[in-house]
């Protein structure tokens, strides 16, 4: 059974910082490609960063410069830190492993950011 559970959210002032891990388990995580998407009230789910199997990465821009993600397959988590954050941040953050040979597309259940004073 393929289970992503994300840990870290909470409540954070701007201009603070927060880490996100992801723990994975049920896949062969180091084929994966792991990313993060957020879902803010009243707006769609969108990519925020994406670490693929073989380490390279992709960012949103809007998040370019301030969040970096990371893997550590011996492990089987994805990390998200995230810094600067804003309140435009704020949002349930979604882990996601995706390996389009496998067929294999999986959702954590989210992990809500809030940024606010």
């Known amino acids: 059974q393929v289970q992503l559970e994300e840990f870290g959210g909470g409540l954070v002032q701007p201009g603070g910082s927060l880490r996100l891990s992801c723990a994975g388990s049920g896949i062969s995580f180091e084929s994966y490609a792991m990313a993060w998407y957020r879902e803010a009230p009243g707006k769609e789910r969108d990519l925020v960063a994406r670490?693929?199997?073989?380490?390279?990465?992709n960012y949103a821009d809007s998040v370019q410069g301030r969040f970096t993600i990371s893997r550590d397959n011996a492990m089987n988590i994805v990390f998200l830190q995230m810094n600067s954050l804003q309140p435009d941040d704020t949002a349930v953050y979604y882990c996601?492993?995706?390996?389009?040979?496998?067929?294999?597309?999986?959702w954590g259940k989210g992990t809500l950011v809030t940024v606010s004073s």
């Open positions: 670490i693929w199997s073989g380490g390279s990465t």
């Open positions: 996601n492993a995706l390996n389009t040979y496998l067929r294999g597309n999986y």
